[in-house]
């Protein structure tokens, strides 16, 4: 029995695309902040500390997706959230996965520190 997708294909190809584009700045999944309600345009991110399981989710999703399809692109985005969940494994040197990690220097490095500073740690 085949599981329709509202919209079909190409909607579920769209939110592919977008999750990877506005929602992934640093190889995990994080939550976009965006300039207005119905705005486009990233400003910062927020709530990094799920950033592990959204981009376990991710994969999961790609990776039924290459099955299915064998699309290329498909591949490209395992390979890219795989990446990301062994930055998250190894960040904290101790076998414990990190919940996020962000890259020193961005732009929105302050507000997601600010957010998560009870469970921050700096390297």
Not at 13 to 41: C, K, N, Q, W, Y
Not at 49 to 59: N, R, V
Not at 65 to 86: K, N
């Amino acid at each position: 029995m085949a599981i329709a997708f509202p919209g079909g294909e190409k909607a579920a190809l769209d939110i592919s695309a977008v999750i990877a584009d506005r929602h992934m700045p640093d190889a995990v999944i994080i939550a976009p902040v965006f300039e207005s309600p119905t705005g486009t345009r990233v400003v910062s991110y927020s709530r990094a500390g799920d950033s592990a399981i959204w981009t376990g989710h991710y994969l999961a999703a790609e990776s039924y997706r290459y099955a299915v399809t064998g699309d290329a692109a498909a591949l490209q985005a395992v390979r890219s959230a795989l990446a990301g969940i062994r930055l998250l494994a190894d960040a904290m040197g101790t076998g414990i996965m990190a919940r996020s990690i962000l890259r020193a220097g961005v732009f929105y490095e302050q507000d997601v520190s600010n957010e998560e500073k009870h469970t921050c740690r700096r390297r």
